[in-house]
């Protein structure tokens, strides 16, 4: 069986489990957007995974990122869970993959999963910065911080 075929036969199994690692996570703005909303948004990045792996091209998988990145932010979901939605997806095909591939497998299909999640995360990390960036947020008063030690 290659990766290919396994993203295919296994994709509900893949779905579910990335699906009930989110919610276990309780991350508010994904349980305020609902459980069809969730499904979706990684049914979504699970196509542009395989997607890419197919087509070896990240360029959609990168659009998508930035995309994401903006409607997020705007949205107000902090930028972790996000990013929780890929690290979950990441691991369920991880797991998927040492389940039901040869271990002389391993090593290219996991470097195939890691390099087009990778890729995904650190333009949505990078877009998603940059946005942040742009936004004018008062100073932080780090005073608290420091509390007791004054006389030192």
Not at 51 to 62: T, V
Not at 85 to 93: D, G, M
Not at 120 to 147: E, M, P
């Amino acid at each position: 069986m290659s990766l290919i075929d396994l993203l295919q036969t296994q994709h509900n199994e893949i779905l579910t489990s990335a699906f009930d690692a989110v919610k276990r996570s309780q991350l508010k703005n994904y349980e305020k957007a609902g459980d069809e909303h969730i499904h979706q948004r990684l049914k979504a990045l699970f196509v542009l995974t395989v997607r890419a792996i197919k087509e070896r091209n990240l360029g959609p998988m990168i659009a998508h990122a930035e995309t994401i990145a903006q409607e997020r932010f705007s949205a107000g979901f902090d930028l972790s869970e996000v990013q929780t939605a890929f690290n979950v997806l990441e691991e369920t095909i991880w797991m998927n993959i040492l389940r039901h591939l040869p271990a002389t497998e391993f090593a290219e299909a996991l470097g195939l999963v890691s390099t087009v999640l990778g890729a995904g995360k650190d333009s949505l990390a990078r877009r998603y910065v940059s946005l942040a960036s742009q936004t004018k947020s008062t100073s932080l008063n780090l005073q608290s911080i420091f509390s007791g030690t004054e006389g030192m």
